[in-house]
């Protein structure tokens, strides 16, 4: 008998909005280590998307934009995770998950929320309201941001709806709206 496999697909853990992101507008097409590499003041989260598109250009499918907050963004419709996005960023922020979990958090700042809010626009804050509003206690705050146990998740979306920074994202677009697609 055939095993029927899952599908998966790619979510990328940063939302864009850091301040410097909408300041160097214009990065696109470069390589994303050679952004690490040779200007390291392009984010000021160290943490976040460089917005180079190195996944852009690592996905077959087209499958990967950059949005307008100068980040990654993942179509899902056109995702099949494959990991070439995965195994091109730089910083680790895709990974790939089953179409099951589309409840993800976007941010993986370790920064103090302090500091978070003046770096960016979308990070998490550890305002705690996203653990205090799962009704199956599947969200801790870890290393200062949000983590979803997707064993214990049954992807109601009230941690996304409340979510005060739109940190906790729905790659489904039912519970938070995905990012448009910079025009190029």
Do not use: W
Request: proline letters at 3%; aromatic letters at 4%; hydrophobic letters at 35%.
């Amino acid at each position: 008998m055939a095993r029927v496999r899952k599908k998966k697909v790619a979510v990328v853990q940063c939302a864009g909005g850091c301040r410097r992101q909408t300041e160097n507008r214009g990065l696109e097409g470069n390589n994303c280590q050679q952004i690490l590499e040779t200007k390291a003041d392009v984010a000021s989260c160290e943490y976040g998307c460089l917005g180079g598109g190195s996944c852009v250009a690592a996905c077959r499918l087209h499958a990967i934009y950059i949005n307008t907050k100068g980040a990654a963004e993942v179509d899902p419709e056109k995702c099949v995770g494959c990991g070439l996005c995965v195994k091109a960023c730089p910083r680790s922020l895709i990974r790939v998950t089953s179409v099951e979990y589309n409840i993800y958090p976007a941010c993986v700042s370790e920064d103090a929320g302090a500091q978070t809010r003046k770096n960016c626009d979308t990070g998490c804050i550890v305002c705690g309201i996203c653990v205090r509003n799962c009704p199956m206690a599947a969200i801790s705050i870890e290393n200062n941001h949000a983590v979803i146990d997707e064993e214990k998740c049954i992807a109601c979306g009230m941690c996304a709806v409340k979510c005060p920074r739109g940190v906790v994202r729905d790659y489904n677009g039912i519970f938070t709206v995905r990012e448009a697609q910079v025009e190029s």
